[in-house]
């Protein structure tokens, strides 16, 4: 829908009721009146590209596949609205947000040597499972490769984490 109420029709190329079923999925998601067109644009694509197959519809119409297609991208957009509301907060809170002083500017600088200080004053057996949590490995694929158990891998996390809270930088880089 435009911002005027009148609901765009793209040109004639995707049914009037594709449209309509956006905008109707979209507000019961709880998007509001003046995201909707934006909301549109993103999934309209996607609908235009649908191609409805009644062989594998068991029966069932069009309106079923691609109300679940519309979900989809809907709960897309809505994660990463959440995600970006969520860095905004966290920026503002930390006091980086845009538009400060130029210290702010360094803030991404002064963390990184935060956290290599950090990192630096864990013991070796700290240092190698920061160093395998960072490469995105799971607490039981650290405990196989250190030959442990996983209990022993969860209480140097809890250690490695008490280290950057006190250091002042918990929670940093989470999305």
């Known amino acids: 829908m435009k911002g005027n109420g009148h609901v765009n029709d793209y040109g ?11 905008a109707a999925r979209a507000r019961r998601f709880g998007f ?11 999934i309209i694509t996607d609908v235009a590209a649908f191609r409805f197959d009644p062989a594998r519809a068991n029966g069932g119409g069009e309106a079923t596949p691609l109300t679940r297609l519309i979900d989809n991208r809907l709960r897309t957009l809505r994660r990463a609205a959440l995600r970006e509301r969520g860095r905004i907060e966290r920026l503002g809170r930390d006091g980086g947000a845009p538009g ?30 920061c160093l395998a949590l960072g490469e995105g490995r799971s607490v039981h694929e650290i405990a196989q490769a250190l030959g442990c158990g996983w209990h022993t891998v969860c209480r140097t996390v809890a250690a490695v984490r008490r ?13």
Do not use: C, I, Y
């Not at 004639?12 to 956006?22: F, I, R, S, Y």
């Not at 509001?32 to 993103?42: F, N, P, S, T």
């Open 163 to 175: 280290r950057f809270r006190a250091a002042g930088l918990d929670g940093l880089g989470r999305t």
């Open 100 to 129: 400060g002083d130029v210290g702010g500017d360094l803030d991404p600088l002064h963390n990184r040597m935060d956290v290599r200080a950090v990192v630096a004053g864990l013991s070796p057996e700290e240092q190698t499972v």
């Open 32 to 42: 509001r009146g003046h995201e909707l067109e934006d909301v549109q644009q993103e």
């Open 12 to 22: 004639g190329l995707v049914e009037p009721w594709k449209v309509a079923l956006v």
